[in-house]
């Protein structure tokens, strides 16, 4: 029996992340076979664990208290589905070289006894705390948990140390006041242990991105005029969770006037001819997430919406060439326009548009790259980030605008863009 996350079983080359930069990343079948090695899912629960326990003693804290779905799997490879991703009803304790404990929603915690057998069997318990207040605070749980939470980091020796937590309801911080936790920044911890992606990570976020390859492809045959923004959306909802998605978590789908300013949603409008329209795909193999900006235009395009693509193009090209191991987050940034000269009265009101940010079991983790933030606070690329790059261009006549997106992996000479659905001129889908 597998106990691949029991501390004893943990050894310094468990934070290998085990690259293996060849011609092109692979993007494996999603099948488990015998005539190849494709993730190596005890070697990438080892790692990740590996890297939290690393984040955590290079901290000031002891203990780690985790609420978010996407900290909670990582540290513990568990999962019961997207419903429960906003409802705060599952928690993590990590404390000091202690293997994970896991409170999960009623049954969930049998079910990892029985199959998650990389966990302590004693340390899946049945638990729930608030649900988003919908329990009363007053029933007394929160007061439970944080005396048995308490309880646990004392045993441990971690009394005297702070308790990092990652998020959490109101009541729930003054109950683990109540009980003498000293609470900080938990969410920084788990964002730095998350940064790099070991090789089976990245071979699923290629995996991720393959998938939207595809999708993409069917959108450029479905796009006509007609069919509506949502037709698109479900159809592509439908071909992803076909190819294995576990979740699809947003369809942008913009078109016509509703390009500019970008909404960052979709309606029930009707495509019609010579609409600019761009997609943004944002959905998860395995946990590991997409991030994927295209633009189409519908049976012609005109000069204003040529340009207007041409220079979105040139922008992220630009990002590109200087993504590498050792840059800073500022000289990205600097490569792209600024807020006014796109008609927005400063870098906030533009934000997100020329952006960059770290995919992972999260949409948006390190490094984040805008001129918002980076110019005056930059971080160093590092071998093994994974991130999007997104730029966006409003066009000439008023109405349309250009909107792409690369995903790229950071090897240890430059970057590798896993996107690939061609996006060097403007595609015209169902051209006259």
Request: proline fraction near 5%.
């Amino acid at each position: 029996m597998s106990r691949a996350l029991m501390p004893n079983m943990l050894t310094p080359q468990d934070l290998e992340p085990n690259w293996e930069w060849r011609e092109r990343i692979p993007a494996w079948g999603h099948n488990s076979v015998d005539f190849e090695r494709r993730i190596d899912h005890d070697r990438l629960r080892r790692y990740r664990l590996a890297r939290t326990r690393q984040a955590l003693q290079n901290s000031n804290a002891g203990t780690l208290l985790l609420f978010d779905v996407n900290n909670i799997r990582y540290v513990s490879a568990t999962k019961i589905g997207e419903w429960e991703r906003d409802k705060m009803c599952r928690f993590c304790l990590l404390t000091g070289d202690d293997s994970p404990y896991v409170w999960d929603f009623g049954s969930a915690a049998m079910h990892h006894k029985r199959h998650s057998d990389w966990l302590e069997p004693d340390h899946c318990l049945a638990g729930v705390v608030g649900m988003r207040g919908t329990i009363p605070p007053e029933f007394g749980l929160m007061q439970k948990y944080a005396k048995e939470i308490a309880r646990l980091i004392k045993e441990a020796g971690m009394a005297d140390m702070p308790v990092g937590v990652d998020y959490a309801e109101t009541a729930m911080f003054h109950a683990l006041r109540e009980e003498g936790i000293n609470v900080v920044d938990g969410q920084q911890i788990m964002l730095a242990a998350r940064e790099i992606k070991n090789w089976d990570e990245i071979q699923l976020l290629t995996q991720a991105a393959a998938m939207v390859d595809g999708v993409y492809h069917m959108i450029y045959e479905e796009l006509k005029p007609g069919v509506r923004e949502s037709d698109i959306v479900a159809l592509s909802n439908k071909m992803l969770y076909e190819m294995g998605s576990d979740d699809v978590e947003a369809i942008n789908a913009i078109s016509g006037e509703r390009c500019n300013p970008h909404p960052h949603n979709f309606t029930d409008r009707l495509i019609r001819p010579g609409d600019q329209a761009f997609f943004d795909i944002l959905q998860s193999y395995q946990g590991y997430r997409t991030c994927y900006y295209r633009t189409f235009n519908v049976g012609r395009a005109t000069p204003a919406q040529n340009d207007a693509y041409v220079k979105a193009r040139e922008w992220i090209d630009a990002s590109i060439a200087m993504i590498k191991p050792g840059v800073t987050t500022d000289k990205v940034a600097e490569v792209w326009p600024t807020a006014e000269s796109l008609g927005f009265p400063n870098e906030d009101a533009a934000f997100g548009l020329q952006f960059g940010h770290g995919l992972g079991l999260a949409l948006h983790e390190r490094p984040i790259i805008s001129r918002a933030i980076s110019l005056d606070h930059p971080m160093e690329i590092q071998t093994g980030m994974v991130f999007a790059l997104e730029t966006y261009c409003p066009a000439a006549d008023g109405y349309s605008a250009a909107r792409i997106e690369e995903e790229v992996v950071v090897t240890e000479t430059g970057c590798e863009v896993i996107s690939l659905f061609p996006a060097e001129e403007l595609p015209i889908a169902n051209r006259y």
